[in-house]
Each structure stands twice: as structure tokens, then as C-alpha cells.
């Protein structure tokens, strides 16, 4: 079961780490322009965040569709397409990859933004973990706030069961907070 949930989210997993990458580029950085176009609320704190970028919002997007269309490929060639929940109802066409893929990335990068935003409301700034339950509660909800939506998506697309949804949750809450330690002692995060 474990297996088939890691082959059915695997295009999540690579595409959020490629764009974590992504992240790092000179491309990424000479185009960098806050989402929130650096306006603050009447609180004076900024809506999302430098973190929250068009760049970022539209690479994920397209690394997505990549991703989803290349690994659609592989399973494939390699006729492990019954391994992953994602063909349950729909068979592995190109435009179904494609949809998946865009809808991978852009709620991905969507239900990112609620959680800036509240972040900057309680003084959270952009990239920090602060040292308190307030942020050790954060920090669970960095691991899992993209991934609910992403999941719903799953959930839609291949007819499994709540508990199950819950479970890829739980499962790539998980495996988020795993690679971004891996990332950290890799120096590719500034925290995790």
C-alpha cells in the first residue's frame, strides 16, 4: 500500500524538490518578484512574503506538467501503471497528464499562500522556524498545507477512500519533512 502511494506521488515529490532547486538559480533569482508585489496591511506587515514569487508560483506550475508528463511515460514503458492510484479511473493519456500536472503545481503553490499570509500576520517571517509551540505547530503546517490540496486532487482523480486521502496527508507530510531535512544538511535550505 506504502509503495503504491509513494508511485502514485513520486511526480509531487520530484517536482516540489526540482523547484526547491529551482529556488536556488540565477534565473530564479534575477526574476524574482513578490507575489504580494511588496505591499504590507494595515498591520505593516507584508501579505506573503519575499518567499512567495511569480517565478516560483509559475515554475512549479510547468515543472509539474514536466514531471507529470515524463513519469506518465516511464510507468508506462516500465507497465507499472496499475501501481499508481492516479490511472484508477482514467487511463494515462497526454492531455490527463497534462491537466494533472498543472493541477499539481498550481494548487501546490496556491494553498502555500493561506499559510504565509498567516504566518506574516503572527510575525513569522519568511523561511524562519521560531523556537515555540506557535512555530512548532508552523512547522507541522509547512509539511502538510500543499499537500491537502494536492491530495484532494488525487482523491478526486482515482476514487479512494477518505482514510486513504488522510493517509497520503500523513504519508507526505512526512516525506516532506524527511527530504527537507536531507535538503538542510545538504545546505540547500536555510532551515527546515
Do not use: W
Amino acid at each position: 500500500m506504502i509503495i503504491n502511494m509513494y508511485i502514485t506521488a513520486m511526480p509531487i515529490i520530484i517536482s516540489g524538490i526540482l523547484n526547491m532547486l529551482f529556488t536556488k538559480t540565477n534565473l530564479y533569482k534575477n526574476y524574482r518578484y513578490p507575489i504580494d508585489r511588496n505591499k504590507c496591511l494595515k498591520d505593516g506587515r507584508r501579505i506573503f512574503g519575499d518567499n512567495k514569487t511569480y517565478i516560483g508560483f509559475i515554475s512549479m506550475i510547468i515543472i509539474s506538467i514536466v514531471i507529470q508528463l515524463i513519469y506518465s511515460l516511464v510507468l508506462n514503458l516500465l507497465n507499472f501503471e496499475s501501481y499508481s492510484e492516479l490511472y484508477n479511473i482514467y487511463e494515462n493519456r497526454f492531455l490527463y497528464n497534462l491537466l494533472l500536472g498543472f493541477l499539481f503545481g498550481f494548487i501546490y503553490m496556491l494553498l502555500e499562500l493561506p499559510n504565509s499570509f498567516i504566518k506574516r500576520r503572527i510575525d513569522i517571517k519568511p523561511g524562519e522556524t521560531k523556537k515555540s509551540l506557535i512555530g512548532y505547530i508552523f512547522l507541522i503546517i509547512d509539511q502538510i498545507d500543499s499537500l491537502i490540496g494536492v491530495m484532494f486532487v488525487i482523491y478526486i482523480v482515482s476514487n479512494i477512500s477518505f482514510a486513504k486521502y488522510l493517509a497520503y496527508v500523513l504519508l507526505g507530510g512526512i516525506t516532506h519533512l524527511i527530504i527537507n531535512v536531507i535538503l538542510y544538511i545538504l545546505k540547500i535550505r536555510r532551515n527546515i
